[in-house]
Every structure is written in C-alpha cells, then in structure tokens.
C-alpha cells in the first residue's frame, strides 16, 4: 500500500485501517502515520484519500495528544488551496472530534 501508485488501492487499504482496525492493532503505527503525513500534506493527492488520512491520524492523535496539533496545523495549510466541499466538510468533523476530551 505505501508504494502503490494507483489511489484506489491506497484509499481502499486507507478505509480498512480507520474503519475496521483499531489503532492499538497496529504493531507499527508511526509507518501509517508518515504515510498519512505525506499523502495529506500532498496537493496533487485525492480529497477521498486524504479523508481517510485525517480519520487515522485523528484516532492517533486522541492516544498522542502532541499529533492533534500538527494534524490542525496540515488541515489550515491545505485548506488555502483545497476546495472540494468533501475535504471541507471532513475537516471540520475532525476539528469537533478532536475538541472532545
């Protein structure tokens, strides 16, 4: 999956782990998490990619308090050149979700 040039083996493997895998799961989630990095922090990557990107790094982010800030802080800067209503619309769920305690 992180070498795969085609976005809908990405997106799909990307679906897996933040919908049916629990982060605790994962024997080496700092992989996931660079790739989730890069792929998030990439313009010419897909919003649909990126939507499950910003889903992982939330869920990691409520067991590593010090993650939420950098995730805020990706979501800011590609919010000035993403316009999809999708990306928009994911963001700002995440903002609530990570303002829980």
Not at 56 to 73: F, G, Q, S, T, V
Not at 76 to 95: C, G, H, M, T, V
Request: charged share 30%; net charge positive; aromatic share 10%.
């Amino acid at each position: 999956m992180l070498h795969s040039k085609i976005d809908g083996v990405k997106r799909n493997f990307l679906k897996i782990f933040a919908e049916f895998i629990p982060i605790a799961d994962i024997g080496d989630p700092g992989l996931l998490l660079d790739a989730c990095f890069r792929w998030l922090t990439n313009p010419a990557e897909n919003p649909a990619l990126c939507y499950y990107c910003m889903d992982i790094i939330a869920k990691m982010a409520k067991k590593e308090p010090d993650l939420r800030y950098e995730l805020e802080a990706v979501i800011e800067i590609r919010l000035q050149y993403d316009k999809s209503p999708s990306f928009r619309n994911k963001a700002e769920k995440i903002a609530k979700f990570l303002a829980q305690k």
